[in-house]
């Protein structure tokens, strides 16, 4: 006899379904200012429509589906706030980001920076910078071969989360990063070796004309991948305490973001990581809502 399917909303399922609701909320809200807010509300009420479906009416896709989907989601969400941003806030947070970067330090750290800057340094950070992706992508991979559903439902929460959090954040504070704003300060361009070109034109092109800066999502995440790899195994664990601490740093020396976003990061991540195994219960009514069938 074949287990009954399970028809409950995960908690990533309510995570993800109240964050299209909020977004939709800005794109009925924001009409006439949204750059194609009629394409937005279609994909929002496909996707949602597409998560009901796969929950409520159980197929052979809805296993993988369900346990996957949140990565599309995500990323498509992380899209859409290029053009969210723009048309709901009218002024952006750069200046003020960088004004606090400055009381902070008393200089702005990446033009301080220039001093320590070589071809071989730029080219190996923006390799680091490049694996953000993989390394976070990495750990839900692992576990998945494990196949420990409850570690990796409750690792694609806890990302889903970290990435939707900040993405929250983008909005209540836009900016696009020193790079664009402190251009004119800069003494030195960056430049690489031989591949420092292609990987940040190809991070440009994938990441479009983003406010992306606070907080600094690649510092939360990988963050949370590190914290995460405990869950395969120590050393793994340990290459990624290596590995956070050359990102955190390259998103500076690279001038993606300010300190002040990297410090945000942390402290994001701290509080995810503190929070989220109980909001984890709650949402899942007490305990783990998984299942095969």
Not at 29 to 41: F, K, S
Not at 82 to 107: H, K
Not at 108 to 134: D, G, K, M, N, S
């Amino acid at each position: 006899m074949s287990p009954t399917p399970d028809t409950r909303f995960w908690a990533i399922d309510k995570m993800v379904l109240t964050y299209l609701a909020f977004t939709t909320v800005l794109i009925v809200g924001w009409w006439n200012t949204i750059e194609d807010a009629g394409v937005l509300l279609t994909l929002h009420v496909i996707g949602v429509a597409l998560v009901i479906f796969e929950v409520k009416c159980p197929n052979p896709t809805s296993w993988i589906f369900r346990n996957w989907y949140a990565l599309l989601y995500v990323a498509s969400c992380y899209k859409e706030m290029a053009l969210i941003i723009p048309g709901v806030r009218r002024t952006d947070a750069d200046q003020w980001l960088a004004n606090l970067d400055f009381r902070l330090w008393s200089v702005h750290p990446t033009v301080w920076l220039e001093r320590v800057q070589t071809p071989a340094l730029t080219e190996f950070l923006q390799i680091v910078y490049t694996l953000f992706i993989p390394a976070v992508l990495l750990i839900p991979f692992l576990i998945w071969r494990k196949r420990h559903p409850e570690e990796f439902q409750y690792y694609a929460f806890l990302i889903a989360l970290g990435y939707l959090a900040s993405y929250v954040g983008y909005l209540i504070v836009p900016a696009r990063g020193p790079r664009f704003l402190l251009n004119h300060l800069q003494h030195i361009p960056l430049q690489g070796m031989w591949l420092f070109h292609a990987m940040q034109n190809t991070l440009d092109r994938l990441e479009s004309a983003q406010y992306d800066c606070f907080p600094s999502g690649h510092t939360e995440l990988t963050i949370l991948a590190w914290w995460s790899s405990r869950a395969i195994s120590k050393p793994l664990f340990w290459v990624y305490f290596g590995y956070t601490p050359l990102i955190i740093f390259a998103t500076v020396y690279l001038r993606y973001h300010y300190t002040v976003d990297v410090l945000a990061g942390i402290a994001l991540a701290a509080v995810l990581i503190l929070c989220t195994p109980a909001l984890y219960r709650v949402m899942s009514k007490g305990g783990l809502a998984i299942g095969r069938y």
